[in-house]
């Protein structure tokens, strides 16, 4: 498994930013995937955003819910991912987790694609 850091969550107010950034203990190759999921108390994962890794740098995919608000990159030097997020609403609130499969299985929607998981990081939007 890849071991994934987090860091950069905390408390903001609704409508300010926050960049998360994810650290990965190696790089992923084409074909395999990096992405966020969150999650509150009670739920299953939610699916945020994810890079499908490819030999033109990679695809990009998004929820409704952040498309327009939340851009995520991805650092391949440094085997870093990133999660820009902009116009934070309360609904945004959650435990945030980064993830890395080698090779996608089942859609990079879907949180059992993925073989390596970081420990959280929080982020709390206040009203």
């Known amino acids: 498994q890849v071991h994934l850091v987090e860091s950069g969550g905390g408390l903001v107010q609704a409508g300010d930013s926050l960049r998360l950034s994810c650290a990965a203990s190696?790089?992923?190759?084409?074909?395999?995937?990096m992405g966020w999921f969150r999650q509150t108390p009670g739920k299953e994962h939610e699916f945020v955003a994810a890079?499908?890794?490819?030999?033109?740098?990679?695809?990009?995919y998004y929820a409704d819910s952040v498309k327009g608000r939340f851009t995520i990159s991805r650092d391949n030097a440094e085997n870093t991912i990133y999660l820009q997020m902009n116009i934070l609403k309360p609904e945004d609130t959650a435990v945030y987790y980064c993830?890395?499969?080698?090779?996608?299985?089942?859609?990079?929607?879907?949180?059992?694609?993925?073989?390596?998981w970081g420990q959280g990081t929080q982020v709390t939007v206040s009203s």
């Open positions: 993830t890395q499969t080698g090779r996608v299985k089942a859609g990079v929607q879907n949180a059992g694609t993925y073989d390596s």
């Open positions: 190696e790089r992923t190759f084409n074909g395999g995937a």
């Open positions: 890079i499908l890794i490819n030999w033109n740098g990679g695809v990009r």
